[in-house]
Structure formats: C-alpha cells, structure tokens
C-alpha cells in the first residue's frame, strides 16, 4: 500500500469493533467523537501491513498469531499527554504533607505514562521527604512506556516547568551527541520502580499498601461504574489516612467510597 494512498474510510461497523476490542483489552471506552483521531493513529499499521482497509486491519487483530499488535493499538490510542509538574497545586500539597509524615513513605503513580509524574514525585519526595526512606511505585498498561519511563531520559523542553535550581540538582544535562537532552539522575532513578499494571483488572497481590496514590486523568477514559471499581480497588492498597490524588478535571461525586474530600481533587482515606 503507498504511502501516497488516501485514508481509506473507517465505518460504523469497523470503529464499534473497535470500540468492543479496546474494551475487551484495555477497559477503556472510546468515544465515538475519537473516531477521526482513531483512523489517524491506525493508519501507519495499515501501511505498515500493506493493507487497504480497517476491515482486513481488524481481522488481522483477530488472529492468535498477533497478540503483540493487539497491544500496540492501545498504546497507540491511549493519549499519554504528561508532564513534569503537572497540576503543580499536587505537589505542594504533597510538599507539605511529606514534611510532617514520618518515614518511610510508599507513594504509587498509578498511570505514569513515559514517567514524568514518577520522576516529579521523586524530585518533591528528595527536597521534602523526612529522610531517605522514600520509594516510588509507578505503572502503566503501555509497555511501550514503561520502557520509555525506566530510562529516565527526556528532552531539555521538558525541564520548564521544575523550580529554580531542581534540573541542575536532580538530573544530568546531555552533552555531545545527547545535547538537548537530560536524564533523570541515578540517585533518583533508584527510587522509582516501574511494573505493567491493567487497573481495570484484579491488582497483584504484592502491590502495596501506599501512603498516597496518584490517579491522575484515568478515570476520563471510564463509564461511571467502572471509575467507582477501579478507585475501589485502588484504595485497598492505601493505608488508612492515606492520600489519593485524582485530575482537576475529575471527580469521584456519588461513589460510595471510604474518602474524604481534604482540597479539591485530593481526598484521605477514611
């Protein structure tokens, strides 16, 4: 199939199968308004395959023989939008709170995308946390950016949003070839650990229990009762007084939930 080809057409048929496979995979629902954004992201698989239509692409996810394509799909529609030091009001709250709490502190980024909010919490755990007693549980259902995360590396543009003075002090600038870049220093990385978690599935045994848990612009991507199952989950692996952080954008309003609400967006665990 060129490249120089048009989009072919994605039909109501072939985005509703879809839809029930991102389900099936991932938890997550696609809304019918992403139909567009869906054939756009998909549209390099079908090249890459030589195919001409979504119809073949999906009977092609069909087959046993391509588990591993069946993944790529949701990686590649899953938005990783992130940064460092996103909604900043949560790490000053959180600043706070770790100068008062006694070591050590389990903290789990429970969506942690390519791992900027892994690392953003580890910079805050370094500068305020009681001792060095700290660790940082991230996971994510891509794998694709779990590898991405575990190494650390981001370009220069990413650091704009730090505090005065925190690039210098936690990572490393790129130099020569790697110019443009940083990594996240050693003595930081070793903090964090990355896993593979679906958590719209049962939770491993061994994950937890957590100080505080970071959900932050997940529970966007769910229906109603599936937000309320996996906050449920969640917070059995967090200790009683513990804190779950959730999206500015979202809201936990009429779960019958043991939280309360301490700011907007940050509840304790009951």
């Not at 500068?127 to 995360?149: C, T, Y």
Request: proline share 4%; net charge neutral.
């Amino acid at each position: 199939m060129s490249s120089g080809l048009q989009m072919p057409p994605l039909g109501d048929a072939e985005f509703q199968r879809l839809q029930r496979l991102m389900a099936e995979v991932s938890g997550i629902r696609m809304a019918d308004h992403k139909r567009s954004l869906v054939a756009g992201r998909l549209m390099k698989r079908l090249r890459h395959f030589g195919l001409s239509s979504y119809g073949e692409y999906l009977n092609l996810l069909s087959d046993a023989n391509h588990v591993a394509e069946r993944r790529l799909v949701v990686d590649l529609l899953t938005t990783n939008e992130t940064y460092f030091f996103r909604e900043p009001k949560h790490f000053d709250f959180l600043s706070t709170w770790l100068a008062s709490r006694r070591a050590p502190v389990r903290i789990w980024s429970a969506a942690c995308s390519s791992g900027e909010e892994p690392y953003t919490l580890a910079m805050v755990a370094a500068e305020h946390a009681v001792g060095n007693d700290w660790s940082i549980f991230a996971s994510d259902l891509s794998q694709r950016m779990l590898e991405k995360a575990a190494t650390g590396i981001y370009d220069l543009s990413q650091a704009q949003h730090f505090p005065a003075g925190w690039l210098h002090k936690h990572c490393l600038r790129g130099v020569g070839e790697h110019e443009g870049s940083f990594r996240v220093s050693s003595k930081l990385r070793e903090h964090v650990s990355f896993r593979e978690i679906n958590l719209t599935h049962n939770l491993p045994e061994q994950v937890g229990p957590f100080d505080a848990i970071f959900l932050r612009n997940v529970l966007i991507y769910f229906e109603s009762a599936e937000k309320c199952a996996i906050v449920g989950r969640l917070i059995q692996r967090l200790r009683e007084d513990g804190l779950l952080f959730i999206g500015h954008a979202e809201s936990l309003h009429g779960f019958d939930l043991p939280l309360r609400s301490v700011q907007p967006s940050v509840y304790r665990r009951l």
